[in-house]
């Protein structure tokens, strides 16, 4: 599990692992798997500040009852810098090919 550091807006620093989670109806089917990001602040690495999720296609989803604690602001924020974080990695892996 690696974890990717990142800086927000405001200038904090966080860090996210990231892991896959199923997306069920009512009913226990599967409607998608998604991308998890668990969202860690660098000076309190074992607390867990939320978790985010995102498609293959690159949308931001947003579950019903997800519980974060992460606020509305802090959470766009964090997805628009873990986007750019995740689009220079792209660009440097899309380099050295």
Excluded: R
Excluded at 13 to 39: Q, R, V
């Amino acid at each position: 599990m690696s974890k990717i550091e990142i800086i927000v807006k405001d200038g904090n620093k966080y860090f996210y692992t990231t892991s896959f989670f199923n997306a069920e109806n009512p009913l226990g089917i599967i409607k998608a798997t998604l991308t998890e990001y668990s969202i860690y602040k660098i000076n309190d690495g074992d607390v867990l500040v939320g978790k985010l999720y995102k498609t293959d296609e690159g949308n931001w989803y947003d579950l019903p009852d997800n519980n974060s604690t992460i606020n509305k602001l802090l959470a766009t924020f964090i997805k628009k810098a873990i986007d750019e974080t995740e689009k220079e990695k792209a660009a440097i892996e899309g380099d050295l090919q």
